[in-house]
C-alpha cells in the first residue's frame, strides 16, 4: 500500500509530488508530507505499535517511507523515558519525565530525523548526503551516510567545539569547515542547492527529514502508557521539531493511539544569547519573530534565523505553553544539577532545557501533580569543556597514596 | 543564470526606500516578490531574484550595505 501521496504547503496548500524541494514554488511556505490517512486509520494500532522493534521504527507508518523501502538505522529511537524523582523533588514536581534522547546511537536527539532522511534519499537514488549543522547533526548524518555506504559532505562553522569535530569526522565525511556562524553556512548550502545533485538533510529534502521528530513525541505518549503528558519542555533552534511534535499529538488523537484527547502544552527553550523566538514571544507581535546574531554557549540550538519560528509561537500560543530562556550561567548550573540528581550528562542544549524547566518550576508555574517533561536532546560529552573551564571540581582533593594523606583531607 | 528566494527584513529606517526597485535598476537582475508584510515601521518581503550568480552576490551586498537584513527564504514565514 502505498501511503505517501505528496507533498503540501503549509501556508497555501499547492501541492507537489514526493521529490526534493522544501518551499513551495508559488509563496515559498514550507511544505509537508500528506500521508494516505483513511488508509493508515485501518492499520495503525497500539498493538501494531508494540509488536514492532525496539527503536523509533516501530512507528514507521507514520514516518515518510513506504513498507517496501530497507530503512537506514542503527537502532536510534525508543530512549529511556526516566521518572526524574530527585530532580522533581528539588523543583517540586512529583510528576516529572525526562526523555533521555541523549541515549541514541550518536548521542543526540538527530539521528531520529537523519534515520529518516538517509532511507528516504537512499531510496531515491541520491549518492551523496549532506547538511548544514552545529554539530549534531553533522555527527549524524556522517555516521548514517557511512552505514549506508553513501557519499558525504558536511559543512559545520570553522570554530565548531573540538569533541565535535572529533566524532564528526571517525566517519571520514567530507567536512567543509565554513569561515562563519550557523545561519552562514546554512546560507551558503542553500546556495549549493542548485549546482548539486545532492540531498540536503535539513533543506531539500527537510519535509521527510523533519518527520523523524515526531517520533520523540509518539514514545513518550506511549512510554507512559499511551497517556498524554500536562506539558512538554522543548529545546528550539529552528523550530522545526517543535511544529512536528505538535503534529505527532495530533496523529496520535487522529489514529486513537491515546487514552485521552488532550493537548499537552508545548513549551520552548532557548539560550538568552540567541532568543529570536523568546524574543518575539515576550513583544507584542510573537508572529514577528526577527533573526539575531547568536552568542552562547549552547551552540547546537544557536540558530539566529530559526526557519519555524513563527509557527513555534502560534502553537505555543494554541496550547497554552510559554517560551522561556536562560543565561550562560543558569545553562551551566542546569547541566549540574541534572547530573548531580539524575545522573544524566547532558550537553548545554539540555541544559538549557532543564534550565528552562526550573527557571519556571521555581516562579510557580505548577502545582506539582501535573505529568511534565522535559526533552533532554544531547549527550554532555559534546560539550564538555564548558565545564571544564568554570570551577569544575569544587569536591576534588589531590592526596598522597597513603592512609595518613587521606585521612587529612577528607572528610568522611 | 542562477535563482535566489531571499528573505528580506526592514527595520523602521528603511520601510519607505524603494531597495527592491534599485535592486532591478542598479544590477541585471529580475525580481519577483512572492509574498510580503509591511507595516509603518517593519516588514518582511519573500523575494525571488534571478540573474547571473556575480550579479546575485553584488545585488545582495547592496542590500545589506542599505540596511536591509538579506536572509535564504527557507519556507518560512518571516515575523
Known amino acids: ?412 | 543564470m542562477a535563482r535566489r528566494r531571499l528573505k528580506l527584513i526592514f527595520g523602521p529606517a528603511m520601510v519607505k526606500e524603494p531597495v527592491i526597485y534599485q535592486l532591478g535598476k542598479q544590477f541585471d537582475l529580475v525580481t519577483n516578490i512572492r509574498r510580503a508584510d509591511v507595516t509603518k515601521d517593519q516588514g518582511w518581503v519573500l523575494l525571488e531574484v534571478t540573474g547571473e550568480p556575480d550579479e546575485l552576490d553584488r545585488g545582495v551586498e547592496y542590500l545589506e550595505s542599505r540596511g536591509v537584513k538579506v536572509e535564504p527564504a527557507e519556507g518560512d514565514l518571516v515575523g
Open chain 1, 1 to 412: 500500500m502505498a501511503k505517501l501521496l505528496g507533498l503540501r504547503c503549509r501556508e497555501c496548500g499547492a501541492e507537489y509530488g514526493l521529490q526534493a524541494t522544501h518551499v513551495c514554488e508559488m509563496c515559498f511556505g514550507p511544505l509537508d508530507v500528506i500521508y494516505d490517512q483513511a488508509a493508515l486509520k485501518k492499520i495503525v494500532s497500539r498493538q501494531r505499535i508494540e509488536q514492532g522493534p525496539a527503536s523509533m521504527w516501530r512507528y514507521r507508518d507514520l514516518l515518510p517511507v513506504e513498507d517496501d523501502t530497507p530503512v537506514v538505522t542503527l537502532g536510534e529511537g525508543f530512549t529511556p523515558l526516566v521518572k526524574a524523582d530527585r530532580l522533581g523533588a528539588e523543583l517540586g514536581l512529583r510528576n516529572l519525565y525526562l526523555k533521555n534522547d541523549s541515549m541514541n546511537p550518536t548521542n543526540s536527539f538527530k539521528d531520529r530525523v537523519v534515520s529518516v532522511a538517509v532511507s528516504w534519499a537512499r531510496a531515491h537514488g541520491f549518492e551523496t548526503i549532506a547538511c548544514a549543522s552545529t554539530g549534531n547533526l553533522a555527527n549524524a548524518v556522517a555516521a548514517y551516510s557511512a552505514r549506508a555506504g553513501l557519499e558525504c559532505f558536511v559543512f559545520i562553522p570553522v570554530d565548531l567545539e573540538r569533541q565535535k569535530v572529533v566524532s564528526i569526522s571517525v566517519f571520514d565525511p567530507n567536512v567543509v569547515a565554513v569561515r562563519g556562524n550557523y545561519d552562514e553556512v546554512n546560507r551558503l548550502c542553500s546556495q549549493l542547492l542548485e549546482s548539486t545533485p545532492w540531498a540536503f538533510c535539513n533543506i531539500n529534502i527537510r519535509p521527510f527529514y523533519a518527520e523523524g521528530s515526531k517520533t520523540l513525541t509518539f514514545e513518550t505518549v506511549e512510554q507512559l502508557g499511551w497517556r498524554v503528558p500536562d506539558e512538554i519542555i522543548i529545546p528550539i533552534a529552528s523550530g522545526c521539531q517543535f511544529v512536528r511534535h505538535r503534529q505527532a499529538i495530533r496523529e496520535l488523537i487522529e489514529y486513537g493511539l491515546v487514552r485521552d484527547d488532550r493537548v499537552p502544552a508545548l513549551t520552548g527553550a532557548q539560550a538568552l544569547g540567541c532568543a529570536p523566538v523568546y524574543n518575539a514571544f515576550k513583544s507584542d507581535t510573537p508572529e514577528r519573530v526577527l533573526p539575531v546574531k547568536p552568542d552562547t554557549i549552547a551552540r547546537s540550538i544557536a540558530i539566529g534565523n530559526p526557519s519555524d519560528g513563527i509557527y513555534v509561537n502560534r502553537i505555543v500560543l494554541e496550547t497554552g505553553g510559554v517560551v522561556e530562556a536562560v543565561t550562560e550561567d543558569e545553562i551551566v548550573a542546569a547541566m549540574r544539577l541534572l547530573a548531580r540528581t539524575e545522573g544524566i550528562f547532558t550537553e548545554t542544549a539540555g541544559g538549557v532545557t532543564i534550565g528552562v524547566l526550573a527557571k519556571l518550576a521555581r516562579a510557580g508555574r505548577w502545582k506539582g501533580d501535573e505529568v511534565v517533561v522535559a526533552y533532554v536532546t544531547g549527550h554532555g560529552l559534546k560539550t564538555a569543556d564548558v565545564l571544564a573551564s568554570v570551577d569544575g571540581h569544587a569536591r576534588r582533593v589531590e592526596i598522597d597514596p597513603t592512609l595518613k594523606s587521606f585521612r587529612e583531607k577528607v572528610t568522611i
